[in-house]
């Protein structure tokens, strides 16, 4: 048995449209719906923002890069 996470949504017409991995075609499969702030789906806690936001202090410094990566030439 395999556990699989996918993330969709649910359309105003309230249907959910999954595209699952090839590996589970003509496979038999138990869905479980789980409802999840948008904002957690992408990992970010819902108030991260406002923690965050205005919070960097002093200059923005970034160092120009000294070696560049040689790549062959294209015919």
């Not at 003509?26 to 719906?33: A, P, Q, R």
Request: aromatic residues 12%; charged residues 30%; glycine residues 6%.
């Amino acid at each position: 048995m395999e556990t699989v996470t996918l993330y969709s949504h649910v359309g105003a017409d309230g249907f959910l449209h999954l595209k699952v991995p090839d590996a589970l075609i003509n496979t038999d499969c138990k869905i479980i719906l789980q409802s999840i702030d948008s904002k957690e789906s992408l990992g970010w806690n819902s108030d991260f923002l406002k923690k965050t936001y205005g919070t960097w202090e002093g200059e923005f410094v970034r160092d120009q890069p000294t070696e560049y990566e040689q790549r062959e030439e294209w015919p």
